[in-house]
């Protein structure tokens, strides 16, 4: 009779699980806490973002080590981990030549803003529970690449197959993350919120920049609480906002690269880049933003505008620290395509006047939705993910007020430049070249605009100012889930209000208590949410399939009956072979135990670096039919064969009738397995055969 678990309804190698994710999290933090404070940071903002990025940066180190020496466990990842931990901890105390003052005033109002955000976000992840992954790429390759490293216990090239063959190839430092969060957990439980804390850590960027900007306007007022209290709004306006509190409980990699753009931009205001620290800073934090993804270069030619900051302020030294931190961070990825396939951006082609300078599969261009200024408004104002025109275009008004009050200060000043010019270059950059018409790559513009916007709120005096700033933080609030007319939305967004007020007024008590009181009610509280959750919430410990399913049948309909099917006749721990289809993370099954392969139809290609290359340029839109017709070009039913004896598959399963995601209805592998394998189970959008091989 097996034991009864510690908690109600937990089997206890599920919470031995749990707990371990949590301390060892909770050690990382406290080590980068520690070490932070011993390096004289007494402005707890920037504190806060030093932390948040040290925090990220043992969780690449982690993990990225491991992999690279094919040692990726669990338990070596826990080990890596705590020995940085250790060494981030003791270090004697060392003053930083550059600090900011900060009033207890101040304290407690940035405090209070931070718990109030915290309490929001808390509570939606906490509705959302039991809701399984979704979103295309997160089930496509965020946490299938993850899932390839864990169980090869190593860096492996996860191909994605039938979609954007350029998700292969680029920095994946998002699937770093999910992985840091998975090893311990043996699942995707803690995996599915893993941008909630880059959400955490762009509201302190925002708040940063916000007063830095305003700083750069208006001399000395940077320090001032009523100026801490507006970039306190307007963070909470931003992470509030529709675009980003809807990637929050997403599981991919936007929001870290938001946060590390906002770390390196916020060094440049004061005290900024004459900090000892600050080499490091833009350094680990360029680093990580570069090895998030091959968009990310993207977001560099925001920071030219700015790049006058660093040259007058550093010498060789804070140089070679920054780009030693980048090189080392962010290189490897690049250093594997450039090696593998003369090309560090593989499998982007790069071509000039005709000549093939970097060879690539693929020739990407502006998205067909971006051609006309009906596209561009729905990108930017119509869609769901977009920024609602009535937020728009109170963002617009302070900024414009930003423009009208600093004027010539805009052309001297290298932060307000980054906020007006790098802001506006980089929405036109997206319009101009983006080969996906998607909001999330105006991130860094729409932040530096709402940043600006708050300064422009500063120009019109105290109380107005304030008043400004409330009235966007409200918009932000009121259209963040379209709750507008929604009563049961509006319910919901009322909780997670309450939710911050209740966290924040908590705080408040605990600032009054003697500071070894203060420090037992914070372990205390956090010991209680932390078993509150194990208790309440088994379905948070331990998925619960019936529910994710339901739940994929919302969003998935066709895929989810195909995804019940293989829960119920493929094995745990079973070789399972796909074809049709790049939604594959629902097919690892439950303990994340099958192993996925794919097998091609055509002779002399294994990876999708042996496809033939694109001739043409292509947008976004059009890339995935032109991959499938690549993929599918000269199918021979022996070589298709012989691939798939080759994975070792026990089970195979054929994709059909899908609508919506331009893959074949009857894919040319289905008439093949018809004939030569039984159909162990059948829905209408896919057949399950088991391999039997003559």
């Known amino acids: 009779m097996p034991s009864a678990g510690i908690l109600p309804g937990v089997p206890p190698v599920e919470m031995v699980e749990f707990f371990h994710t949590v301390l060892l999290n909770t050690v990382v933090f406290g080590a980068a806490w520690r070490f932070v404070g011993r390096r004289g940071v007494t402005d707890p903002v920037q504190r806060w973002m030093d932390v948040l990025l040290l925090c990220f940066a043992v969780q690449y180190v982690s993990v990225g080590l491991t992999g ?4 990726m466990s669990g338990a070596w990842v826990g080990i890596v981990a705590l020995l940085i931990s250790v060494a981030l901890a003791s270090p004697k ?7 900011r003052s900060i009033s207890n005033q101040s304290r407690l109002i940035f405090t209070s803003a931070l718990l109030f955000v ?7 992840v906490w509705v959302q529970r039991a809701l399984p992954p979704t979103s295309n790429d997160v089930l496509t390759y965020h946490l299938p690449a993850a899932v390839t490293w864990m169980q090869a216990q190593r860096f492996e090239l996860f191909q994605t197959w039938f979609y954007n063959p350029a998700n292969t190839y680029s920095p994946l430092a998002g699937s770093v993350f999910a992985a840091w969060w998975m090893l311990p957990a043996h699942d995707d439980t803690f995996a599915r919120f893993v941008q909630v804390w880059p959400w955490v850590g762009v509201f302190v960027g925002a708040v940063h920049l916000t007063r830095s900007v305003v700083e750069a306007r208006w001399r000395g007022a940077g320090d001032q609480p009523r100026t801490l209290a507006i970039a306190c709004l307007i963070g909470a306006a931003v992470v509030l906002s529709r675009p980003i509190i809807s990637q929050a409980t997403v599981a991919k990699d936007d929001l870290y690269a938001l946060f590390f753009f906002l770390c390196v931009v916020s060094t440049i205001g004061r005290p ?7 080499p490091w800073r833009v350094g680990v934090a360029l680093g990580l933003l570069l090895a998030t993804k091959y968009t990310a270069l993207m977001t560099l030619v925001l920071l030219i505008v700015a790049l006058d900051a660093p040259l007058r302020a550093w010498r060789w030294k804070q140089w070679g620290v920054a780009i030693g931190c980048v090189l080392v961070l962010a290189g490897p990825w690049y250093v594997r395509n450039w090696v593998q396939f003369g090309n560090p951006i593989f499998p982007q ?4 006047m005709g000549t093939t300078i970097l060879p690539g599969l693929i020739d990407l261009k502006r998205s067909e939705t971006l051609t006309s200024l009906q596209g561009v408004w729905r990108t930017l104002c119509g869609a769901y993910h977009s920024l609602p025109p009535v937020t728009a275009g109170a963002v617009m008004l302070g900024w414009v007020g930003l423009i009208v009050s600093a004027r010539r200060a805009i052309l001297r000043d290298p932060l307000l430049r980054l906020a007006v010019v790098g802001s506006a270059g980089g929405v036109l950059l997206f319009v101009m070249r983006s080969p996906y018409a998607e909001f999330r790559f105006v991130y860094p513009s729409m932040v530096l605009m709402f940043c600006g916007a708050g300064a422009g709120c500063v120009a019109m005096g105290l109380r ?10 409200a918009l932000s609030v009121l259209t963040g889930f379209n709750a507008l007319g929604n009563e049961a939305l509006s319910s919901l967004v009322m909780q997670f209000v309450l939710s911050g007020v209740a966290l924040a007024g908590v705080g408040l008590v605990l600032r009054r208590l003697p500071r070894a009181a203060r420090a037992a009610g914070v372990i205390g509280a956090g010991a209680a949410l932390v078993v509150m959750v194990a208790i309440n919430g088994s379905r948070f410990v331990k998925n619960d399939q019936d529910a994710q399913i339901a739940s994929w ?3 998935y309909a066709d895929s989810a009956d195909v995804w019940d099917m293989t829960r119920t006749f493929v094995p745990a721990g079973a070789t399972l072979a796909y074809t049709n289809t790049f939604l594959v993370h629902p097919l690892y099954g439950p303990g994340l135990s099958r192993t996925l392969v794919y097998a091609p139809v055509a002779p002399g290609v294994r990876r999708l670096a042996d496809l033939a290359p694109v001739p043409d340029a292509v947008s976004g839109e059009q890339l995935i039919p032109q991959v499938v017709m690549s993929l599918t070009r000269d199918a021979d039913e022996q070589s298709w064969l012989d691939h798939l004896r080759q994975t070792g598959a026990t089970h195979l399963l054929v994709m059909k009738k899908q609508s919506g995601i331009g893959l074949a209805d009857s894919p040319i592998e289905l008439t093949w397995a018809r004939k030569r394998f039984p159909v ?12 039997a091989w003559r």
């Open 680 to 691: 162990i189970a059948s829905v209408r959008s896919g057949e399950l055969f088991k391999l």
């Open 68 to 71: 690279l020496v094919g040692m």
């Open 464 to 473: 107005a100012s304030v008043a400004g700033a409330m009235v966007l933080c």
């Open 118 to 124: 915290c309490g929001y976000v808390g509570m939606l």
């Open 272 to 278: 900024g880049l004459s900090d000892r620290l600050a």
């Open 553 to 555: 049948r919302d969003t």
């Open 93 to 99: 105390p060392v003053a930083s030549i550059a600090t």
């Open 349 to 352: 082609r790069f071509t000039l």
